[in-house]
C-alpha cells in the first residue's frame, strides 16, 4: 500500500509542475511590438585607397523604423520595477566584425487605459546611438508607467521612430554586399 501512496504523490507533483508553467507562460502572453519601416540600403562609394573619398559612418532616415504596440494588464501586474524594455540585437546574414550598428529613437507616445489612480506612462531613454549588438539583446529604451493600477488597465505605445547607423566602412572592410537583420524584442525591466 505504501507503494502505491507514494506512487500517487509523485504523479501528482509532476502534475503541479507542469500546470505551473503553464499558468505564468499565460500572463506573460499579449504584450506586442509591430515593427514598420522599410529595408535600408547605404550606398557606400568604392574604395580604392585610404583618404577622405568616403564617409565611413552612415545614417538612415530618422523614421527608418516606427514601432508602436501593447502592454496588457497581465503583463504590467507582473512588472515589479514599472517598466518594460524594448531590446535591440541584430542577426546578421553576411557580415563583417568591422562594421558597427548603431540605434536611436525619436518621438512615441504611451498611454495607459481601464480603471487607473494617478496613472501615467512614458517612453524613456534611446534618445542617443546605442549599439546593436549581434545575438545577445541590449536595452533601447524603456516604457515606464505609475500609479495605482485597478481593472482592464494596459499600455498602449505608438508612433516610436528609430534610426540606424553604421560605422567602420573602410578600405580594410572587403567590397562585398552585408546584410543583418533587426530584431526588437520586448520584456520586464
Known amino acids: 500500500m505504501k507503494i502505491n501512496n507514494r506512487f500517487f504523490r509523485e504523479i501528482r507533483l509532476k502534475n503541479y509542475l ?9 500572463y506573460l502572453t ?3 511590438i509591430n515593427v514598420g519601416g522599410s529595408n535600408w540600403t ?12 568616403y564617409a565611413g559612418t552612415y545614417e538612415s532616415a530618422t523614421n527608418l523604423i ?7 494588464g497581465s503583463f504590467l501586474n507582473l512588472l515589479t520595477t514599472g517598466a518594460a524594455r524594448i531590446s535591440v540585437h541584430h542577426t546578421p546574414t553576411t557580415w563583417n566584425s568591422n562594421l558597427h550598428l548603431y540605434a536611436k529613437r525619436s518621438g512615441g507616445s504611451a498611454t495607459i487605459s481601464g480603471l487607473c489612480v494617478l496613472c501615467t506612462a512614458t517612453i ?4 542617443t546611438y546605442t549599439e546593436i549588438p549581434q545575438a545577445v539583446a541590449t536595452a533601447f529604451f ?26 567602420g566602412v ?12 533587426v530584431v526588437f524584442t520586448i520584456g520586464p525591466n
Open 18 to 26: 507542469c500546470i505551473i508553467p503553464l499558468i505564468i507562460s499565460s
Open 30 to 32: 499579449g504584450q506586442t
Open 42 to 53: 547605404v550606398s557606400v562609394p568604392t574604395i580604392t585607397e585610404a583618404g577622405t573619398n
Open 66 to 72: 516606427t514601432l508602436s504596440g501593447n502592454l496588457p
Open 124 to 127: 524613456n531613454g534611446g534618445t
Open 142 to 167: 524603456t516604457i515606464n508607467f505609475t500609479g495605482v493600477l485597478g481593472l482592464g488597465n494596459s499600455v498602449s505605445y505608438t508612433g516610436i521612430n528609430a534610426q540606424l547607423q553604421i560605422s
Open 170 to 181: 573602410s578600405v580594410i572592410v572587403p567590397a562585398t554586399t552585408y546584410s543583418t537583420q
